[in-house]
């Protein structure tokens, strides 16, 4: 089915560990973003994306990296994880906007990855 | 500080009843969006709006620009609308900035 999915939808993972977060759009939206998820904080931008190989970084970046080689995916890596990462993770997408902003574009969200750093 | 304050935080209404929720920001915006999350997690965009009112079955959003803030209302109210209600905004600077959202439950 067309769609935005996310894997895994939960992982538990341990402090200083690389943990890798998929996201899979069938769309071929331009735009992918990854965000956090806390409570109390709503959500939060780590990085988005343009277009293939073009990624740029949002409110909270740091301890994460992403890369994007091809237009449908857009992988999250936690390099070391820490309990701070302990999360909801949710990807989204969108279509190009015609001279707007980012949020000018409605999106569209994946249906989130529980992340547990112990 | 928070760009983006929601009001209230929890609301219970009974099946029927006409519902309000409030969202006021604190920066230039060039659009407004409404969210909704499911109980099981799932985020789904409601509206996207930069001015006016817009309306998609028993919801209706409103804006106002001069004054910084949006209104949610849902109309005849039943227990499927119970969610966690969103307000996000974003800038001509490509910065977002989201609600701790508005946790709705609508009571048969």
């Known amino acids: 089915d067309a769609g935005i999915t996310q894997s895994p939808r939960y992982k538990i993972t341990e402090t200083g560990r690389q943990v890798t977060l998929m996201c899979h759009q069938t769309w071929s939206h331009s735009y992918m973003f990854w965000y956090r998820q806390d409570l109390g904080h709503g959500l939060r931008l780590i990085y988005y994306s343009a277009a293939a190989d073009i990624t740029d970084k949002g409110e909270v970046p740091d301890g994460y990296v992403v890369s994007r080689s091809k237009t449908e995916n857009f992988p999250l890596t936690l390099e070391s994880a820490t309990r701070s990462q302990t999360s909801v993770y949710f990807c989204?997408?969108?279509?190009?906007?015609?001279?707007?902003?980012?949020?000018?574009?409605?999106?569209?969200f994946g249906p989130g990855t529980r992340l547990t750093v112990l | 500080k928070n760009e983006v304050e929601q009001s209230p935080q929890n609301l219970t209404a009974q099946e029927g009843e006409f519902i309000t929720i409030n969202c006021s920001y604190s920066?230039?915006?060039?659009?407004l969006h409404w969210l909704q999350q499911h109980p099981g997690g799932g985020i789904v965009s409601l509206f996207m709006?930069?001015?006016g009112k817009k309306k998609h079955g028993r919801l209706i959003a409103t804006i106002n620009i001069q004054e910084k803030h949006s209104s949610l209302h849902i109309t005849a109210s039943h227990p499927r609308d119970s969610a966690v209600y969103i307000c996000a905004v974003g800038n001509t600077g490509n910065q977002f900035y989201f609600g701790t959202g508005t946790s709705l439950t609508v009571i048969p």
């Open positions: 989204a997408s969108s279509d190009i906007s015609a001279g707007g902003t980012l949020l000018a574009m409605k999106q569209f």
């Open positions: 709006l930069s001015s």
């Open positions: 920066v230039g915006i060039s659009a």
